[in-house]
């Protein structure tokens, strides 16, 4: 697996990839815009195009942008729904320009919307998406943590939006956490070893491209999303380790979200290279 961390830009992408390198890192990830705000700049195609450039130079490939958190593909607010699908269109231009190979998105929520509905609307809003995506770019949805009425909380329902798009750029990302918090035990080798045959049976392999490798102390299928640091929490070195060593995932990418600040990103990738060494048992 390569091995990257999410990476904050306050600094810009040249501190970025610098911070990166310094702590191992082989893969990244980024946000493209404030998380937090269905505001958009114009892509500034230069300052992407350096970028690239600058990760080729430091081997850091793939890439990832992360959407912002606001996007509700689910929601029944046409301008909730409009704004979700602008931040879309403005990641995958993003990375379309930067030669950046993933867009990562999060689905949203049914709210109280008839789930069926949601769903139709969710199934809408990627084929959307999808009509104008680049040939090299990659639209992957992520998992949720299973609370309340968010969409994408099991590996069965990602693989039906996964088959109802069906478009060979639309993947999925596993998030560690979030699969803990919505039951899935992937503390042991024989519960990732389940995990994975599940993720293979609903959505195939070949389309699970990412994971979001993050610790957590929320119990088992608590449908909380709280990220804890590698090896501290309840998913442990032995799930890390059997995720690791799965012979079908040493061709993903594997992207760490742990809390903290650079000190702690150096700590969460030391430990996570330790054990995909074998050096921690």
Known sequence: MRIGLHLRMAGGYANAIAHAKSVGCTAMQIFSSNPRSYRTTPVDTAMLASFSQARSAADLDPCVIH????????????????GS????AHDLEAAAHGNIRYVNTHLG?????????????????????LD????????????????GALAGGTLEELGRFVRAVDHPQLGVCLDT????AAGYEIDSKSGVDRFIDE????IGLDRVHIFHFNDT?????????????????RIGFEGFRSLLAHPELRE?????????????DLRNMQTILAIQQGALT
């Open 252 to 264: 993903k990418t594997a992207i760490l979200e742990t809390p903290g600040e650079d000190a702690d």
């Open 67 to 82: 959407t912002p958190y606001l996007i509700n593909l689910a929601s029944e607010d046409p301008k909730v729904q409009a």
């Open 177 to 180: 956490a979030h699969a803990w």
């Open 217 to 233: 102390e929320i119990p088992l299928g608590g449908n909380r999303d709280r990220h804890w640091h590698i090896g501290e929490g």
């Open 109 to 129: 929520s049914y709210g109280k919307r008839d789930r069926n509905e949601g769903f139709a609307a969710i199934v809408h809003g990627l084929e959307h998406a």
């Open 132 to 147: 104008a995506v680049a040939p090299a770019v990659y639209l992957v949805l992520e998992n949720s943590a299973g609370a």
């Open 85 to 88: 699908l602008n931040l879309l």
């Open 199 to 202: 993720a293979n049976t609903h």
